[in-house]
């Protein structure tokens, strides 16, 4: 399986189900289960799991149990059983690039969080044993910023924030992984300057001898050819998803904003970064615009979909994605600086009916910033 790719068919149903004894035979579903529901004991296996561990029964089990297991009862050693050893984790922040790596920043985060609890809100995935399972999981971390670290000192405040990981895994091991952190939204709740802060990160970062490559072409526009009529499909694997990915292109490649209206239904809720709850159409169409006015020449490139049908209705999908543009326009960074941008983001939505009712969107305004104090001190020195 390629990093933009499924199998075309997974060998196991996609479906989910119903009552809590997990005896029915199908993968679970997050979205209406108490967490001893998503992690039973004693449940049969109900899906292909050739070279897992016997404790986990489903892909989504395995993704929300090893995740307990490694962040809230702290057996953080599970990581050398649970990933490979030159596991590449892409993050807003930074790329990690192999186990060990993994093992000293999640003690690190445990030890300056030692009361987070991340709690899976969906898993949509697709996949199988013999190709690989892709998970794409959504958490909300809450917790207290109790302990001195890469925040400095402890405020004591409280934090909520959203994060979705992708991983792709085969034989219970994850081998690549994107995560994607809302981290501007925590540091604002605990009360810390973002400006200060990502000036910080920034000057390390260029310390380490790291800079930021200015590309003026994206490939959005073809010279003065407008947008392609068009969206890229190969990454579907079913007519839904091909249909979404057109609605994705039409919004944000061809800017035609005034989609929305058409395709999100009338009582739509919105997610966003900063833990931003809206409602309604207007409100997705503000937000929508507003994240393409930070980076008016942006390219928006899906490198990754999958879908399941929700036992809620209708069918819900995770698409990640990639910006890449230049800070030309006003908003939450400040004025215009002219500077590179890139955006690593992912989406979850809920599709009923033919309308979206739910959009979950992630991508982290702190690492916009710091991108920005890197270009500024690069063009400075």
Not at 191 to 205: E, M, R, S, T, Y
Not at 267 to 290: D, F, I, K
Request: hydrophobic content about 35%; charged content about 25%; some cysteine.
């Amino acid at each position: 399986m390629t990093d933009t790719q499924a199998p075309k068919k997974p060998a196991t149903p996609r479906t989910d189900i119903a009552p809590s004894d997990g005896e029915t035979g199908r993968v679970l579903q997050v979205e209406r289960r108490d967490f001893t529901q998503l992690v039973p004991e004693g449940r049969k296996r109900v899906q292909s799991m050739r070279g897992f561990d016997e404790c986990y029964t489903d892909i989504v089990d395995y993704i929300i149990r090893c995740t307990h297991r490694i962040w809230d009862e702290r057996d953080v050693g599970l990581i050398y059983s649970h990933y490979t050893h030159n596991c590449v984790a892409y993050t807003t922040m930074g790329t990690m690039y192999d186990r060990e790596t993994h093992i000293r920043d999640t003690i690190q985060r445990l030890v300056e969080f030692p009361d987070r609890r991340g709690m899976a809100q969906q898993v949509i995935w697709n996949g199988d044993d013999v190709n690989g399972f892709y998970t794409s999981h959504m958490t909300h971390g809450l917790g207290r910023h109790t302990e001195p670290g890469s925040w400095g000192k402890p405020t004591g405040r409280t934090y909520c924030t959203r994060t979705v990981a992708d991983c792709m895994i085969l034989e219970n091991k994850i081998y690549k992984e994107w995560i994607v952190r809302d981290n501007m939204g925590p540091l604002i709740q605990v009360g810390l300057d973002p400006h200060v802060f990502a000036q910080g990160i920034a000057q390390k970062k260029f310390d380490l001898g790291e800079t930021v490559l200015d590309l003026t072409e994206n490939r959005r526009l073809l010279g003065q050819y407008p947008p392609e009529s068009e969206a890229d499909l190969s990454i579907a694997h079913n007519a839904g998803e091909e249909q979404l990915l057109e609605w994705l292109h039409h919004i944000y490649n061809k800017r035609m904003f005034g989609k929305i209206h058409e395709i999100y239904a009338p009582n739509c809720q919105w997610h966003g970064p900063l833990m931003r709850e809206l409602y309604g159409v207007a409100s997705v169409l503000h937000q929508t615009m507003r994240l393409v006015a930070l980076l008016p020449d942006c390219s928006f490139v899906p490198q990754h979909i999958a879908s399941v049908d929700s036992e809620e209705g209708g069918t819900k999908y995770a698409v990640r994605w990639v910006m890449d543009g230049h800070h030309l326009g006003y908003g939450s960074l400040g004025a215009p600086t002219g500077h590179h941008l890139f955006v690593m983001g992912v989406t979850h939505f809920h599709v009923k009916d033919g309308k979206i009712v739910d959009e979950w969107v992630v991508y982290d305004e702190l690492s916009m910033l710091v991108q920005l104090k890197l270009a500024a001190i690069q063009a400075a020195a």
